[in-house]
């Protein structure tokens, strides 16, 4: 098939590698764009796994957490430039309908938004958002990143309805969010991992240990495949104000402090501009 400029462009966007690698890579998977990856993967020529997929859209992520700490809220409001953004009437805007949605994610914001389009002069949709509850015991947290570019919401269960209130716990949840904004996990743990993300990395890690003494490349696919997980896996990974310790090991050492069990449920993480 033939292969076109603005494919090989979108290839070295998507990993950094040379306009010659990239075609070639095309070629050889036929066009098709993530095969294409993963072979310049497997030949160590792509430099980077960029995300794709962003948008041109601008906006905020704004949240909503009861006062109770039971329920928490992430919403996506978008609107056409950066400046409008930053607007301070824009920002409670898209505070305002976090709330409404807490309260209720069915309420109908038609009207408020296309009041909002004509006070600001722009386009604004609300384009996606979710909620978030322990599922039982516990509490939520939320972090939203300088700009409310990134925003994260996590779960945090527990054996005891007590943690909801406790400081110690609210701001290891709070730490734990700022983490996941920071390093964007995939999943809590590795169970959660897509079995066809793992198929991929062993693939990868198969094709980079090529050559090597056969009793060595199951040794060196392992200690990939670890690598993989302590990367995208929230419970594995490096905790960012303590490398020494992982997620696990930090949630471990305050459940003891504060003696309640506690465990990370599930998070959100979104960002301006990503597919949902």
């Given at each position: 098939m033939s292969i076109t400029k603005d494919s090989v462009m979108?290839?070295?966007?998507?990993?950094?590698?040379?306009?010659?690698d990239c075609k070639r890579a095309l070629a050889e998977s036929n066009?098709?764009?993530?095969?294409?990856?993963?072979?310049?993967r497997k030949k160590g020529v792509a430099t980077a796994a960029k995300k794709s997929g962003r948008s041109a859209s601008e906006g905020v992520i704004a949240q909503a957490i009861s006062s109770?700490?039971?329920k928490g809220m992430l919403v996506e409001v978008n609107c056409e430039t950066d400046f409008v953004a930053k607007n301070e009437d824009f920002v409670a805007f898209?505070?305002?309908?976090?709330?409404?949605?807490l309260d209720n994610p069915q309420v109908d914001l038609e009207e408020k938004r296309t009041e909002q389009v004509?006070?600001?002069?722009?386009?604004?949709?609300?384009?996606r958002s979710e909620t978030l509850s322990p599922s039982s015991s516990g509490l939520v947290e939320s972090y939203v990143h300088t700009g409310a570019k990134v925003a994260v919401l996590l779960s945090i269960g527990s054996d005891s309805a007590d943690v909801s209130g406790n400081d110690?716990?609210?701001?290891?949840?709070?730490?734990?969010?700022?983490?996941?904004?920071?390093?964007s996990p995939v999943?809590?743990?590795?169970?959660?991992?897509?079995?066809?993300?793992?198929?991929?990395e062993t693939e990868i890690a198969h094709a980079q240990a090529e050559g090597k003494p056969p009793q060595a490349i199951e040794k060196i696919?392992?200690?990939?495949?670890?690598?993989?997980?302590?990367?995208?896996c929230l419970l594995e990974q490096p905790f960012v104000k303590n490398p020494d310790q992982s997620i696990k090991q930090f949630v471990d050492e305050v459940a003891k402090e504060v003696n309640s069990s506690l465990q990370v449920e599930k998070f959100l993480r979104f960002q301006v501009g990503e597919k949902a």
């Open positions: 979108s290839l070295r966007e998507k990993t950094g590698a040379g306009l010659i066009g098709d764009m993530d095969e294409a990856v993963s072979i310049l109770d700490r039971s898209s505070t305002s309908i976090a709330s409404e949605l004509a006070k600001i002069g722009e386009n604004i949709q609300i384009s110690r716990v609210v701001s290891m949840a709070k730490d734990i969010c700022m983490h996941i904004a920071a390093t999943c809590v743990s590795r169970d959660e991992v897509p079995s066809e993300l793992v198929e991929k696919v392992t200690g990939k495949l670890e690598k993989y997980y302590s990367g995208v």
